[in-house]
């Protein structure tokens, strides 16, 4: 939800001074942040957490632990995810058939185990060495003996431990799963799909067996969350903090039902073809082609029970129009808000703000305009809509460049390095579809003409650089 | 043809036009539509489970967030059929006559609840009653499907007895009906009704009677939850609600940044520093704080510079929330309300017309900063003792979701620099108290321009509905013309164990605004 900076106290009152780059007021000492505090965290919780699945194979954790872990990064919770079948197929270089998986194969038994702790080993350098705040340790995890491993070296490090557990016994939906994802996992490389849909299965029942599920008396004072037939219900035991409520939140909230999500900009506006950025304006007239051209579009697309979202901005609104379905506007989705620098060219702002357009060059995502937003305001700012995605089906967002790029680094996973560089030109549609453990996407070009909008990290991204080299990057504009 | 777009003059809301002239929206566009067919929520539980505390907490909050919700209590309607509690031998299960009266309340309940949600504009409708058999819950069932209404069940689930004996204290003993009852009598009476719906109960079945069925069951107090089969946004916001809020004794202080050298100016928004007062508010906030001696106090400032300078004082650690900042005043930032009024007169006149609507242009509005505020009341809610150094607007929304303030008042609630109000949680609401820190300051605050209170805005209401708090003003009576039949039938009823009067008691009461003693203090520098 929110990333709200933690700022740790001294004595008297001091002085505050604003971080010329995020615009936040800080304490300082001689005119000097205060070294202490500039360490900037998200506070959301006090202690790394832990995530550990359960679940038998083929019950969607590795699903379950890539898209959390998205989710947390995009949010600005640094995540990262440990599968200890990765561990296992760098340990064992050819996985030769579900023997390996069998309880009694001393052999089997002992690399797994290896495996699992080598993971943990790296789970507690990410935590307390590199500055992670969640790991989400992706295996079966499906005994209790294991599950106790996993708590004691969780006490001794201080973190937290919340478990997912995803119970399914529907057999289509786990014959979808394998032929989804494990037909392609380098374990089948040299298998036909029968033969490797046969293994899967026999490497299934090796576990069956030996499964303890999370016990509501038993594992009463553990903090988990079950998850019954693909979220058909719910079982949540014990959440202790925040982070721990909103991942239950978003677990709650994700579905499996194939959809399509289209993204794309308003129409060129009439400011757009001057080189202004922000403002109100309608659309110029070939923003009104594309309008229309996009009608069309998504008539021939064919679409069961579209849903249409705009911003509360006239372009988008216009653009929406102009398809003829009902569409709803979300502020939430309004572009990003250039402060000061609202309706300006870029050659203005090097103009009147030469200091700061530096500094939005060095450091794009957490740049605030001064009395405006950053990229990361604006994340936080969507999250709201990103979980309303999730649980929609077939969408079209009509949005905003800065609002686009913040969209699609969530669905394809972009670093906060990249996101505030990713192309969303004008006129032209993407289309995500779910597929595996991530997302298809493709571009669809309308074919109508516009300015390019997108501007480049210049070379130079000194105050002291000449107008010329920041400039340079500029795209044309009447 | 697309049509043309005109952008409303109150909300800034850009809406396709007839002739020119803006058609009235439906609704509020705060947001999208995300609750389409109403949705009643249906309490399940023995007594004493905290069944009407959820509804009226929820039914807060939903209102809060723009969603009209109200609760309908059907021990409420009883009590309007049944004047005088005698015992709990009314309760007994072999009670025909009783039976039938209870019978006949739940079936007026729902006549009201339809009412609302089809001719009143409602959108959720809490239906708060034990709801322990599958018979009443087949009935209801078929009564959603009728009307096609959302049905969501609430079950609270809870065993410990601690726990029980708190709630029938903290509620049940000075509630209407043991009225002229010592505590103890009243609480024997009251476990003695607990054990007559014992026998009948028919817990939520996931397995197998209820897995068709959308609800979440709230085991121990929150401790564990078991959702099944959430089926739309408003249901999965109420399970993420219920899964954030506890019980825990606290209190959250709210205030105000210091005075700054734009309030002495009388200009709005800009991100001034403190005036030699402000700084003097600081430094008594500090000694009031540490007089409170609170364990483990969080305290939340937004990210101007006011409030940070105000929590720099307190010599504790703070955190920054840019969603605390204040509300945007858009082209009329850095402007005195003179300013306003001469360079934007029309604003000025329109903000007056409808203050919660009113959207700055290029800035925001209350029903703006609601959405924005909301993950804060969200944690707000996870949280224990928490200090809330905030600004004008914002406190406004946020007082206004403690004390189930309405859209109307929100904008007009009395938030004057240099006080802090302390709000600790008590039986089904909330208790203020007001404390002055006693250094002067100029005062902020605009009333309600007189034209206005007079008569409604002249930009009509839209066809939109204004979020209602619970209860409303001018409550209906619950109809019981059907009951005055039943009522006939019944045999004298034995001597009271206690006479009710008229319903006026914690959490009972019936006229609006919040529970008895907590109105907003009125004074202002």
């Not at chain 1, 989804?180 to 576990?207: H, T, W």
């Not at chain 2, 959720?124 to 322990?132: L, P, R, S, Y």
């Not at chain 2, 209820?210 to 946004?233: A, E, P």
Request: hydrophobic share 35%; proline share 6%.
């Amino acid at each position: 939800m929110t990333s709200h900076d933690c700022v740790i106290m001294d004595t008297a009152p001091r002085e505050l001074t604003q971080n010329p780059l995020k615009k936040i007021w800080m304490p300082c000492r001689n005119g000097l942040p205060d070294t202490r505090i500039s360490q900037r965290r998200v506070c959301m919780t006090n202690c790394p957490t832990l995530i550990v699945t359960v679940g038998l194979p083929a019950r969607g954790k590795t699903y379950i632990s890539k898209k959390l872990t998205r989710y947390l990064n995009w949010i600005g919770v640094p995540t990262k995810e440990f599968n200890v079948g990765q561990y296992r197929r760098e340990c064992v270089k050819i996985y030769k058939s579900f023997e390996f998986f069998h309880p009694e194969n001393e052999e089997g038994l002992k690399i797994r185990r290896q495996c699992a702790l080598t993971a943990l080993n790296d789970v507690r350098q990410y935590l307390r060495v590199d500055g992670g705040q969640v790991a989400v340790f992706d295996a079966t995890n499906t005994t209790r003996e294991r599950r106790g491993t996993i708590t004691r070296f969780a006490d001794q490090n201080g973190f937290k431990v919340f478990f997912v557990e995803s119970v399914c016994e529907d057999p289509a939906v786990i014959a979808e799963n394998i032929v989804q994802v494990k037909l392609g996992s380098p374990d089948y490389i040299d298998c036909n799909s029968e033969e490797a849909i046969d293994d899967f299965m026999k490497r299934i029942k090796c576990y069956e067996n030996s499964y303890q599920p999370l016990d509501e008396v038993l594992d009463r004072d553990l903090s988990y969350i079950k998850i019954i037939d693909v979220g058909r219900r719910y079982l949540v035991n014990r959440v202790q903090d925040h982070i721990q409520s909103r991942i239950v939140y978003y677990l709650m909230n994700i579905h499996i039902t194939p959809r399509a999500i289209y993204l794309c900009r308003h129409g060129e506006s009439d400011l757009n073809v001057k080189g202004r950025i922000g403002g109100d304006s309608g659309l110029s007239s070939r923003g009104k082609e594309f309008a229309k051209c996009l009608g069309k579009f998504i008539q021939g697309q064919n679409i069961t029970d579209l849903k249409v979202w705009t911003s509360q901005m006239k372009r988008t609104i216009q653009t929406a129009e102009a398809i003829s379905v009902p569409y709803e506007q979300w502020k939430a989705l309004n572009e990003i808000d250039a402060g000061v620098c609202e309706e300006m060219m870029y050659e203005e702002i090097q103009g009147h703000f030469p200091l700061e357009f530096a500094l939005r060059d060095q450091d794009k995502y957490r740049y605030r305009y001064p009395k405006g937003e950053s990229y990361e305001d604006l994340v936080q700012r969507l999250e709201p809509v990103i979980m309303e995605l999730e649980r929609q089906e077939n969408i079209l967002v009509i949005c905003h460049q800065a609002v686009m790029r913040c969209l699609l680094a969530y669905f394809l996973d972009k670093s906060a390095e990249e996101l505030p560089y990713l192309k969303c030109p004008l006129h032209t549609v993407l289309k995500l579809t779910p597929v595996a453990y991530g997302c298809k996407v493709e571009s669809v070009c309308l074919n109508v003409e516009a300015v390019n909008t997108h501007r480049d990290k210049p070379e130079n991204v000194d105050p002291s650089r000449m107008p010329e080299e920041a400039l340079l990057t500029v795209p044309a504009h009447q | 043809m697309p049509r043309q777009l005109t952008q409303n003059r109150i909300q800034k809301i850009w809406i396709p036009s007839k002739d020119d002239k803006p058609a009235t929206p439906r609704r509020p566009i705060g947001g999208p539509n995300l609750a389409n067919p109403p949705t009643v929520i249906v309490m399940v539980g023995l007594p004493a489970r905290g069944k009407t505390y959820i509804s009226k907490k929820l039914t807060r909050y939903l209102n809060w967030i723009g969603m009209p919700t109200k609760v309908f209590n059907v021990g409420e309607y009883r009590r309007e059929a049944v004047k005088n509690y005698s015992s709990y031998d009314f309760f007994k299960a072999d009670n025909e006559h009783a039976v039938k009266i209870r019978q006949q309340c739940a079936l007026a309940a729902l006549r009201d609840v339809k009412c609302y949600l089809t001719e009143e504009g409602g959108q959720v409708a809490v239906f708060d009653a034990t709801n322990t058999t599958r018979t009443r819950r087949d009935m209801i069932l078929n009564f959603g499907r009728e009307n096609r209404f959302e049905i969501f069940f609430i079950e609270s689930v809870c065993d410990d007895p601690s726990v029980i004996a708190t709630n029938i204290m903290e509620v049940k003993v000075s509630c209407p009906d043991y009225q002229d009852c010592n505590k103890t009598d009243a609480m024997e009476d009251f476990q003695k009704r607990i054990e007559c719906y014992r026998a009948l109960y028919q817990p939520l079945d996931p397995d197998q009677y209820d897995r068709n069925m959308s609800f979440i069951k709230v085991i121990d107090v929150g401790r564990r939850f078991l959702v099944n089969r959430i089926q739309d946004h408003i249901q999965s916001k109420i399970v993420y609600y219920l899964m954030n809020i506890h019980v825990q004794p606290r209190a959250i202080y709210l205030c105000r940044h210091g005075e700054t050298l734009y309030n002495l100016q009388g200009r709005l928004g800009g991100d001034s520093g403190l005036s030699p007062r402000g700084k003097k508010f600081s430094e008594s906030l500090s000694r009031f704080v540490e007089k409170q001696n609170l364990t483990g106090l969080k305290v939340w400032t937004s990210q101007m510079r006011s409030s940070i300078q105000t929590a720099e004082s307190l010599g504790v650690p703070y955190e920054q929330w840019k969603a605390l900042n204040e509300i945007d005043a858009g082209v009329c930032e850095d402007m005195t309300y003179d300013e306003v009024r001469e360079n934007y007169p029309e604003e000025f006149a329109l903000r007056d017309q409808d203050k919660y609507y009113y959207r700055y242009p290029a800035g925001e509005s209350y029903q703006d900063l609601v959405q924005r505020v909301e993950p804060v009341i969200m944690e707000l809610e996870r949280q224990e003792n928490v200090l809330v150094v905030c600004h004008q607007a914002v406190m406004r929304c946020l007082l206004a979701y403690f004390l189930d303030k309405s859209a109307e008042e929100m904008p007009y609630l009395k938030c004057p620099l240099h006080a802090v109000l302390k709000l600790t949680p008590v039986a089904y609401g909330c208790k203020v108290e007001s404390i002055s820190l006693n250094v002067e300051a100029v005062n902020t605050h605009r009333e309600r321009p007189e034209e206005m209170k007079k008569c409604p805005g002249i930009l009509s209401r839209r066809n939109s509905v204004t979020p209602l708090t619970s209860p409303e003003p001018n409550i209906k009576k619950p109809r019981m013309e059907d009951l005055e039949n039943a009522f006939q039938e019944m045999p004298s009823s034995p001597p009271s164990l206690c006479t009710s009067s008229h319903l006026n008691v914690a959490g009972q009461n019936l006229k609006r605004k919040t529970s008895n003693s907590h109105e907003i203090p009125q004074h202002c520098q």
